[in-house]
DNA sequence: GCCAACCCTTCCGTTCACGGAAAGGTTACA
DNA sequence: TGTAACCTTTCCGTGAACGGAAGGGTTGGC
């Protein structure tokens, strides 16, 4: 995937904004405190970044990408870190995948590394999809109780209209 | 849920049919701790219960339901008590309106009465949709990696395939 | 080569959402 | 009239998820 500039323009994601950045910079971005960054990084939700020489974290667009991941599975879906990292944990293989991947030429070897990448995706699919079922069965019930409410408030109407009729319009 | 013989299910307020719970059997019931429904209870989340002679806390049907709705709001929702309380917090007034409508005939006033309710309902739809529809986008960010990922294993096959056939079958 | 603006680790503090024990009162049942 | 099994309030403890300060090193621009 690290393409260098030089033959096929499909995959030239990254070019010029892949400067590496630092932990202030990718929180901003982000959306978190650099405090958290490296309390995920403790936790190990973040694979160890790379550092610069006088050991400062370098994020590159993998990272700011996987932070966001990690953003919304705590804000949006409302996971804890522990379960974050269960659902990430074998994506910490699939980083060392990706190198893998890059490094062999055998076709069997590389299906094999996309076949674990897919089956981790699919986990999170399924953790996603099943807080997404109960979330939407929530719903359903909130519009049950809204229906009712409003076969209420017709019924109301419907007496208030027929009692008009009856003093004479 | 627990429907007694009686006529009409409209406002049968104070049934015996839903003899009131202690604690541990809403707990039971719900699938929270004792501890949990007295800290929601004083975080103002519940309405304060009906007392015994001797101070148990006594649940009726409709705490029961309110509880089963605050423990979705967490766990499926992943919403903060704070957050919880803020969706709820309308429905605090419910809880006196049902009373007032159970004590006033005037239609008008009832009509008022469920138009409150409705827009409670309403503002707990929207933050749900809200979450829900992150939720979705996550979801459909997956697939979009998953379909990504596919293909490029597809590719990787019929490259398999061409090798197999010139290698003489 | 200097300095402001970052960054590092370490450690203690804090808020949230309860858990659990203590000390005592209540209920239901024999 | 016990008595076991509940319940009450009060208070201190705890794990998760950070916040923030201390003490010190690093970068980058002038």
Redesign the pocket.
């Known amino acids: 995937m690290t393409q260098t500039p030089s033959d096929h323009p499909v995959a030239v994601a990254i070019d010029p904004g892949d400067a590496p950045l ?4 990718v ?1 901003d971005r982000v959306g ?5 960054i ?3 990084e403790e ?1 190990g939700l973040l694979s160890p970044s790379a ?7 370098l994020f590159d667009q993998l990272d700011v990408e996987r932070l966001r991941f990690i953003k919304g599975l ?1 804000d949006d879906a409302g ?6 990292r269960a659902l990430l944990e074998d994506e910490a293989a699939r980083r060392l995948a990706r190198e893998a991947f890059a490094a062999t030429d055998d076709p069997v070897e590389r299906r094999r590394i996309l076949q674990g990448r897919l089956d981790s995706i699919e986990g999170q699919l399924a953790s996603l999809r099943s807080k997404l079922g109960r979330l939407e069965e929530m719903v359903a019930a909130l519009e049950k109780r809204r229906a009712h409410t409003i076969g209420h408030m017709a019924e109301l109407d419907a007496v208030a209209h027929v009692a008009r009729k009856a003093s004479g319009r």
């Open positions: 630092r932990i202030h910079e929180a978190l405190t650099p405090r958290s490296r309390y995920y936790m550092r610069s020489q006088g050991a400062y974290r705590r996971f804890s870190i522990a379960e974050i």
